[in-house]
């Protein structure tokens, strides 16, 4: 027989304090911030450019099966086990400018800097010729580099300790504007701005109403 069932509902800010972090801990779990690290991956992509990275693109088909979308060749995993980390597939060559360019878009990041040093101090010897394949192989944190003294897959591979280094900087460079984007959304006061905005309503213990 139909019948109505009422019930007390509450706006976070008229929860005590044990109920609101309740309320932060459940909004995160159960409400998905859906592709939250694709501002992260457009910066990082500019950045990489700047650099002298091209990033692969790759694409899947929409959730309709239908659409091809192109999306980068940029994988991480995390970020807070063994294997945690970020990687990334492309190409690299000797960007000129680089320097400027950086300066105007991160003044501030001195590790970019001397990652960006670190590859041009490993092209001095071979007048700026040098390029690297760059390949995403196994878990989300594993990359295989190879670099050549010309065009890739035409000259010959050379010994490219330095260049390999710098890159596997620059992916851990991703890593951690990763970890920290991600933890500034799960902060509680991130958490509590996105619940307000979205005038999230709580039974009195903290619980999301379903």
């Known amino acids: 027989m139909p019948h109505k069932r009422c019930r007390m509902l509450y706006y976070f800010h008229e929860l005590d304090n044990v109920a609101k972090q309740t309320a932060r801990d459940e909004w995160c779990e159960k409400l998905p911030r859906s592709e939250w690290w694709d501002c992260t991956f457009d910066d990082f992509i500019q950045i990489a450019s ?34 945690s980390g970020a990687c990334f597939a492309g190409h690299y ?11 105007s878009h991160a003044p501030q990041d001195k590790e970019l800097l001397d990652i960006g040093q670190q590859l041009q101090e490993a092209q001095n010897g071979f007048f700026y010729r040098v390029t690297a394949e760059i390949k995403h192989i196994g878990c989300d944190n594993s990359m295989q580099i190879t670099a050549y003294n010309g065009d890739y897959h035409v000259c010959e591979i050379i010994d490219g300790g330095e260049i390999t280094s710098a890159l596997r900087a620059l ?32 039974t009195q213990d903290g619980h999301i109403d379903r």
């Not at 693109?57 to 995993?77: D, H, K, Q, T, V």
């Not at 060559?93 to 300066?103: H, S």
């Open 171 to 202: 992916a851990s460079w991703l890593y951690n504007s990763l970890q920290e984007e991600y933890e500034y959304l799960t902060s509680n006061e991130a958490v509590t701005a996105d619940i307000e905005n979205c005038e999230g309503e709580f």
């Open 93 to 103: 060559a000797y960007a000129k400018g680089w320097r400027e360019k950086l300066l």
């Open 50 to 83: 700047i650099l002298g990275v091209e990033i692969d693109g790759g694409s899947r088909r929409n959730i309709e099966g239908e659409i091809l979308i192109s999306e980068p060749s940029i994988f991480f995993s995390g970020f807070y086990h063994q294997g």
